[in-house]
């Protein structure tokens, strides 16, 4: 049973580094959190969720850490000679084997820009990291495959579960709204397809989670964003959309 007087934070509340959390022993701490002397203490910078006696800690910034079956979005910067190599925006890049690359029979001595050429954004899973930092991916699986078009955005990769929200609820959202087509990996990456005004509109509501991800009703805060948005678009069809009207944006919304 946990007792409130040793929580010394309340659920969403925004804590930095060695902030105490709570004083006793009826609290279990998540990952970003540690324990000395029956304390707990934060790691890093971000957000606290309280649930019954777990306490955890959504980071609000950090680079990425690639991890197994993680969905990426990669950018090909080498064709080697059995398969591609991606900036997978962490440190360390990544292969993708021809094996794993497509279902497709690909002979001996085959010219492999003819499948992914320098510079092509896919999106793939990772199926391994070992130790010394080696990242190998996938492409056989629903969904993965070369992007085409569009634009690709980076975001923070702690903001990522906001952008996607829960059962993916936040993307259906702006996909409604945008009639965009819309692919968010983990590694931060964000590939946004559609109607090139449309396309600004999802990317001014990307921005907007992306700051706004540890405050309370950013749904409702995302809808009516988005409304406005709307009504902007229909009232202004001749001024040409950049990412600064966001902010014009912003001023319809609190009409």
Same mark, same amino acid.
């Given at each position: 049973?946990?007792?409130?007087?040793?929580?010394?934070?309340? &659920?969403? @509340?925004?804590?930095? #580094?060695?902030?105490?959390?709570? $004083?006793?022993?009826?609290?279990? %701490?998540?990952?970003?959190?540690?324990?000395? &002397?029956?304390?707990?203490?934060?790691?890093?910078?971000?957000?606290?969720?309280?649930?019954?006696?777990?306490?955890?800690?959504? #980071?609000?910034? *950090?680079?990425?850490? %690639?991890?197994?079956? $993680?969905?990426?979005? *990669?950018?090909?910067?080498?064709?080697?000679?059995?398969? +591609?190599?991606?900036?997978?925006?962490?440190?360390?890049?990544?292969?993708? #084997?021809?094996?794993?690359?497509?279902?497709?029979?690909?002979?001996?001595?085959? @010219?492999?820009?003819?499948?992914?050429?320098?510079? $092509?954004?896919?999106?793939?899973?990772?199926?391994?990291?070992?130790?010394?930092?080696?990242? $190998?991916?996938?492409?056989?699986? #629903?969904?993965?495959?070369?992007?085409?078009?569009?634009?690709?955005?980076?975001?923070?990769?702690?903001?990522? %579960?906001?952008? =996607?929200?829960? @059962?993916?609820?936040?993307?259906?959202?702006?996909? @409604?709204?945008?009639?965009?087509?819309?692919?968010?990996?983990?590694?931060?990456?964000? +590939?946004?397809?559609?109607? %090139?005004?449309?396309?600004?509109?999802?990317?001014?509501?990307?921005?907007?989670?992306?700051?706004?991800?540890?405050?309370?009703?950013?749904?409702?805060?995302?809808?009516?964003?988005?409304?406005?948005?709307?009504?902007?678009?229909?009232?202004?069809?001749?001024?040409?959309?950049?990412?600064?009207?966001?902010? =014009? +944006?912003?001023? +319809?919304?609190?009409?």
């Amino acid at each position: 049973m946990t007792n409130e007087n040793e929580l010394k934070v309340k &659920d969403r @509340d925004i804590v930095v #580094p060695g902030e105490l959390l709570s $004083d006793g022993t009826s609290y279990i %701490p998540s990952k970003g959190i540690y324990k000395k &002397d029956n304390k707990l203490y934060a790691e890093r910078l971000g957000l606290i969720k309280v649930e019954k006696n777990l306490i955890k800690l959504v #980071p609000l910034t *950090g680079r990425y850490f %690639p991890k197994e079956n $993680d969905k990426i979005i *990669g950018k090909v910067i080498d064709v080697l000679i059995s398969g +591609w190599r991606l900036d997978i925006n962490t440190a360390y890049s990544a292969v993708l #084997p021809l094996k794993d690359a497509t279902s497709e029979f690909i002979a001996r001595g085959a @010219d492999l820009t003819k499948y992914f050429n320098l510079n $092509d954004y896919v999106i793939a899973k990772i199926t391994k990291v070992t130790s010394q930092n080696l990242i $190998d991916l996938s492409m056989r699986g #629903p969904g993965l495959r070369k992007l085409r078009g569009g634009r690709i955005i980076q975001v923070k990769p702690a903001k990522v %579960p906001r952008i =996607i929200g829960k @059962d993916a609820s936040m993307i259906k959202l702006i996909k @409604d709204s945008t009639g965009c087509d819309l692919q968010v990996g983990q590694n931060g990456l964000v +590939w946004i397809n559609g109607e %090139p005004e449309q396309e600004v509109i999802a990317v001014n509501t990307i921005r907007k989670i992306e700051k706004e991800a540890h405050t309370d009703g950013l749904t409702e805060s995302i809808e009516a964003f988005l409304k406005g948005a709307k009504k902007w678009n229909e009232q202004n069809t001749k001024k040409e959309l950049t990412e600064e009207t966001g902010k =014009i +944006w912003d001023r +319809w919304v609190q009409k």
